[in-house]
Nanobody, 123 residues
Framework: QVQLVESGGGLVQAGGSLRLSCVAS????????MGWFRKAPGKEREFVAAISRSGDSTRYADSVKGRFTISRDNAKNTMYLQMNSLKPEDTAIYYCAATGLIISTVDRAYTYWGQGTEVTVSS
């Protein structure tokens, strides 16, 4: 079992950058594929990015390709989402998630979730 805590959200102007962190506690962080999802006001939760157990494979939503980078440091039990060139439409609560299954872009594949960190991008 793993517990997840996100941080790093905040208010940023369009074109700016933020780095989100997700710190995991539990015995086997390295055994989990990880993902970032977000929920914007009035919209359904959507996939953002995912990363494999070793960090050697990643997936991105088309809307963030070229702007966001997912990474992980298993020695620190931490996953990151570097967000560059932020747009107002990136405004959302961002959630960290973990799955013991294969890497996935589908939210229901994920077993464990953090509480979210809020990102607001102003125009």
């Amino acid at each position: 079992q793993v517990q997840l805590v996100e941080s790093g959200g905040g208010l940023v102007q369009a074109g700016g950058s933020l780095r989100l962190s997700c710190v995991a506690s539990g015995r086997t962080f390295r055994n989990y594929n990880m993902g970032w999802f977000r929920k914007a006001p009035g919209k359904e939760r959507e996939f953002v990015a995912a990363i494999s157990r070793s960090g050697d494979s990643t997936r991105y939503a088309d809307s963030v390709k070229g702007r966001f980078t997912i990474s992980r440091d298993n020695a620190k039990n931490t996953m990151y989402l570097q967000m560059n060139s932020l747009k107002p439409e990136d405004t959302a609560i961002y959630y960290c998630a973990a799955t013991g299954l294969i890497i996935s872009t589908v939210d229901r594949a994920y077993t464990y979730w953090g509480q979210g960190t809020e990102v607001t991008v102003s125009s």
